[in-house]
T-cell receptor, first 115, second 115 residues
Framework: GAGVSQSPSNKVTEKGKDVELRCDPI?????LYWYRQSLGQGLEFLIY????????KSGLPSDRFSAERTGGSVSTLTIQRTQQEDSAVYLC?????????????FGNGTRLTVT | AQSVSQHNHHVILSEAASLELGCNYS??????LFWYVQYPGQHLQLLLK??????LVKGIKGFEAEFIKSKFSFNLRKPSVQWSDTAEYFC?????????????FGSGTRLQVQP
């Protein structure tokens, strides 16, 4: 269908609470990526999925962060015990395959604010 | 680990001025290079890409970029900017030798074109 869909678009949460962010990739895209964009910073890589497995999770900043992907489609990024430094825009991207000829298609992101 | 530097954080130009945004990367091996653009309120989208061959690549909307291997650079250019080019521009690199699939992004350059 349309592009990459992320929900919610905005999330405000209190410090210490857990949050779940959702990503619906483009149908048929096997590769899925999570990035984080903080104010004044570039895009920080978090984790990459190929199908349901995550061969590269080197960017997850701490063990409070986890992600899963089911059915080779939807992915959720979970942040436990949120901290103020977790405030950022979380971007999801998908590509047809992880090869170099498949550009990334980004969603609009989830803006997370931890108060 | 590879890194991408965009030295111009905020550029202000008048319409019809020429544009050049700098991008340097740190890895000396085989790389794929990209420029992504984020228009206000929209998601990131691919502007152009370099994989191999002619080091001067042309993208959408009159943009082009030149890969200079000896300088580890991939600068973005446009001869004459328009107000509609106001956006944030991100350079990204994928290092082919490592097998890592995720792109490494620069911190972005915010371009403001004044009418």
């Amino acid at each position: 269908g349309a592009g990459v869909s992320q929900s919610p678009s905005n999330k405000v949460t209190e410090k210490g609470k857990d949050v779940e962010l959702r990503c619906d990739p483009i149908s048929g895209h096997t590769a899925l990526y999570w990035y984080r964009q903080s104010l004044g910073q570039g895009l920080e890589f978090l984790i990459y999925f190929q199908g349901n497995s995550a061969p590269d999770k080197s960017g997850l900043p701490s063990d409070r962060f986890s992600a899963e992907r089911t059915g080779g489609s939807v992915s959720t990024l979970t942040i436990q015990r949120t901290q103020q430094e977790d405030s950022a825009v979380y971007l999801c991207a998908s590509s047809l395959n992880p090869g170099r000829n498949s550009p990334l298609h980004f969603g609009n992101g989830t803006r997370l604010t931890v108060t | 680990a590879q890194s991408v530097s965009q030295h111009n954080h905020h550029v202000i130009l008048s319409e019809a001025a020429s544009l050049e945004l700098g991008c340097n990367y740190s890895y000396g091996g085989t790389v794929n290079l990209f420029w992504y653009v984020q228009y206000p309120g929209q998601h990131l989208q691919l502007l152009l890409k370099y994989f191999s061959g002619d080091p001067l690549v042309k993208g959408i909307k009159g943009f082009e970029a030149e890969f200079i291997k000896s300088k580890f650079s991939f600068n973005l250019r446009k001869p004459s900017v328009q107000w509609s080019d106001t956006a944030e521009y991100f350079c990204a690199v994928n290092v082919m030798d490592t097998g890592r699939r995720a792109l490494t992004f620069g911190s972005g350059t915010r371009l403001q074109v004044q009418p």
